[in-house]
C-alpha cells in the first residue's frame, strides 16, 4: 500500500496519547483429527484430501464433538487461571465466505467453555504485568483461499481462486485478553511479550504447534487511543492475522502513530479491520467491522452441550505444566546459569527452545551452544525469532546426537543444519541427499591417505623419521579430497600408522 498516511512521532504519541489494547489469538489445536468429524488435519497435505460430508458442510451430514479437542480447550482455560464453564454449547456464526463451505462457523458466542482469567508476562527488563484474559473459546477453522493470476497473490487483480478445504474444520481455540490499559509508552512491548508468553504456555501445554509462519497461531491485534486523563476508551481498529511476534509489536505501534495523526488532526479513528504489511509495517483498511448482531448467532441444534465433572476438570488440572515462574527457576538452577546468562537466553527468546531440545536428548551445553550461536546467527539473518526458524528442537537434538556418535564433524552438521533450514527435511533425509555423511570407512581413508603421502613424498619421509608435526599437511590433504567428510582425528590415527 503506497497511500500517503500521516503518522505522529512516537515520542509524542505517548506524551499526549494513552494507548489500550486487546490481543486476540487464534490458536489451532494439533489434534489427528478435526473439530467435528474424523478427518485427518496433516498441515500440507494434497488440496482437498483431507474432507468429508461433514467438513464440507454437505446437506444432512451431522457434527460429533471431538472429545480430545474439549479436554485441550479445559486445559488452556485452566493454565490461564480462568473458571471453567459448567455448562456451555457452540453457537452458529452465520456468514457466506467461499473459504467456510457450511455457510456458519460452527463457534462458541456468550457461552465460552473458559473465562475470567489472567496470564502474567515478563518483559525484557523483568517487570512483570498481569494481562486478564476475557475468554477462551473454542470454535473450527475455515479454509483456504488461492488467488490465482494476479502479481500479487491477492484477489484484487488475480483471474481466479482455488480452494482447499483440508483445513475447513479444524479445531481452533480463541483466547481474548481483557482490555490492557496503563502500559502507555512500551504497548507494543507488551503485545509482543504477551504472544510470546502465550505461545510459550500452549506449547508447553503441548496442544498445538504453536507455529506463526505456519497459520498455527495468529494474532488480531486491537488498538485504540484515547486522551491522557480520560477514562473512556477510543475507537479501535483490529489488525487481522499478523504472523510473526516482531510483526505484532510493528502493527501495534504503527497504529498507536496512526491513529494518533488522525485524532490530532480532529478526524475520527474508523472502526474497522486493517491489513499489516510486511514490507513498512504499515497497516490498512480492511473491512468495515460487522457488529455481533450481524451474525445472527444462535445456539447449534445438532451438538449437545458440554457440561464437564469437577473429577474431570481436576483431572485435567493435574495434568498441567511446571508454571512458567517455577519452571525458570528449575532451569536455572540445573542448567548453572546466572541471573545474567538467564535473562540473556530470555531475551534472545532462547529458554524454551534449548529446553525442548534437551528434553529431546541433548544436554544443556549442547543445546544451548547451538541454539546462541549459528542458530542465532541464522535467525538474524532472517530476521525471525529463533522459535520461527523452520528447525524443530528435535531436529536439532538429532544433529546433535550425529555429532556425538561420530557420524557428523561439526563442519558436516552445520551443512546438515543449513539443509533442515533449507526445507529439505529431517536432519537423516538432508545427510543422505547431500551425502554429508562422515566417511568413516577406513578402507576409503586409508586410499585418500596413501594418495596424499604419494603426492608429497618429502613430508611423508619426514613423518617417517619421526616428525609427527608433519602429518597435519597430509591430514588438510585428505580432508581436502574428502571434502571436509572424514574425521580428522581418525584421519591422522592413520597416517601415523600408515608411516610407522
Ligand atoms: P470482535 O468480535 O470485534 O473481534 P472481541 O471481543 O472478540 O471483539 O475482541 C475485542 C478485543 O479488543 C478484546 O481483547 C477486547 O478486550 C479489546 N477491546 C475492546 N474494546 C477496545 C478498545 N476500545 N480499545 C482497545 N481494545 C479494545
Ligand atoms: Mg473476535
Ligand atoms: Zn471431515
Keep these: 500500500m503506497t497511500t500517503m498516511v500521516e503518522t505522529m512521532d512516537y515520542d509524542e504519541v505517548v506524551e ?23 478427518c485427518a488435519t496433516t498441515f500440507g497435505a494434497e488440496p482437498n484430501t483431507q474432507v468429508c460430508p461433514t467438513c464440507l458442510g454437505l446437506p444432512g451430514s451431522l457434527p460429533v464433538m471431538n472429545g480430545a479437542a474439549v479436554e485441550s480447550a479445559i486445559r488452556i482455560g485452566l493454565a490461564l487461571n480462568c473458571q471453567i464453564a459448567p455448562w456451555c454449547r457452540f453457537a452458529r456464526k452465520n456468514y457466506f465466505y467461499p473459504d467456510m463451505p457450511k455457510n456458519f462457523q460452527t463457534s462458541q458466542y456468550d457461552e465460552p467453555i473458559a473465562f475470567d482469567g489472567w496470564m502474567d508476562l515478563e518483559l525484557p527488563d523483568g517487570e512483570t504485568v498481569r494481562v486478564g484474559i476475557e475468554r477462551a473459546h473454542m470454535e473450527e477453522d475455515t479454509g483456504k483461499s488461492l488467488h490465482v493470476g494476479g502479481a500479487t497473490g491477492r484477489i484484487h487483480g488475480a ?8 483445513r475447513a474444520g479444524v479445531p481452533l481455540i480463541e483466547i481474548v485478553t ?29 496442544v498445538s504447534d504453536v507455529r506463526m509462519d505456519q497459520g498455527s497461531l495468529r494474532c488480531d491485534a486491537n488498538v485504540s487511543l484515547r ?31 496512526r491513529q494518533a495523526a488522525v485524532l490530532a488532526g480532529g478526524g475520527e479513528v474508523v472502526q474497522e479491520t486493517r491489513h499489516f504489511h510486511e514490507a513498512d509495517g504499515s497497516t490498512s483498511p480492511g473491512r468495515v467491522k460487522e457488529t455481533a448482531e450481524d451474525y445472527r448467532y444462535f445456539p447449534e441444534p445438532d451438538l449437545v452441550p458440554i457440561a464437564p465433572s469437577e473429577e474431570w476438570i481436576e483431572r485435567l488440572r493435574g495434568t498441567l505444566p511446571e508454571k512458567p515462574a517455577e519452571r525458570r527457576k528449575r532451569i536455572q538452577q540445573d542448567w548453572q546459569l546466572s541471573d545474567l546468562e538467564l535473562r540473556d537466553l530470555l531475551n534472545a527468546g532462547a529458554v524454551e527452545v534449548i529446553a525442548s531440545t534437551v528434553d529431546a536428548g541433548a544436554t544443556p551445553d549442547e543445546a544451548r551452544s547451538w541454539w546462541v550461536s549459528y542458530l542465532a546467527q541464522q535467525a538474524n539473518t532472517r530476521g525471525v525469532e529463533l522459535a520461527e526458524l523452520p528447525i524443530s528442537p528435535a531436529q536439532v537434538a538429532r544433529v546433535i546426537a550425529l555429532v556425538n556418535s561420530g ?3 561439526n563442519s558436516l552438521a552445520k551443512q546438515v543444519v543449513d539443509g533442515v533450514l533449507a526445507g529439505e527435511g529431517d536432519p537423516d533425509d538432508v545427510v543422505a541427499a547431500r551425502g554429508l555423511a562422515v566417511v568413516s570407512d577406513d578402507s576409503a581413508l586409508n586410499a585418500a591417505v596413501d594418495e596424499a603421502l604419494a603426492a608429497q613424498p618429502d613430508v611423508a619421509d619426514k613423518i617417517r623419521g619421526g616428525k609427527v608435526q608433519a602429518a597435519g599437511a597430509i591430514v588438510g590433504a ?11 582425528k581418525r584421519v591422522r590415527e592413520l597416517i601415523l600408522e600408515r608411516c610407522s
Design 478 to 488: 585428505v580432508m581436502k579430497a574428502t571434502n571436509n567428510q572424514a574425521d580428522a
Design 159 to 166: 483471474s481466479h481462486s482455488l480452494l482447499d478445504y483440508n
Design 178 to 206: 481483557k482490555p490492557i490499559e496503563g502500559v502507555g509508552a512500551r504497548a507494543p512491548e507488551v503485545a509482543r511479550a504477551y504472544v510470546t508468553a502465550l505461545r510459550d504456555l500452549l506449547r508447553a501445554l503441548d
Design 16 to 38: 499526549r496519547f494513552d494507548p489500550v489494547l486487546g490481543l486476540e489469538v487464534h490458536v489451532e489445536l494439533s489434534t489427528a483429527t478435526k473439530m467435528f468429524c474424523g
Design 407 to 409: 557420524e557428523l564433524t
Design 227 to 257: 486522551e491522557r486523563g480520560v477514562s473512556e476508551f477510543g475507537t479501535r481498529t483490529e489488525t487481522k492475522n499478523v504472523n510473526s511476534l516482531r510483526s505484532v509489536e510493528r502493527a501495534v505501534r504503527y497504529e498507536m502513530t
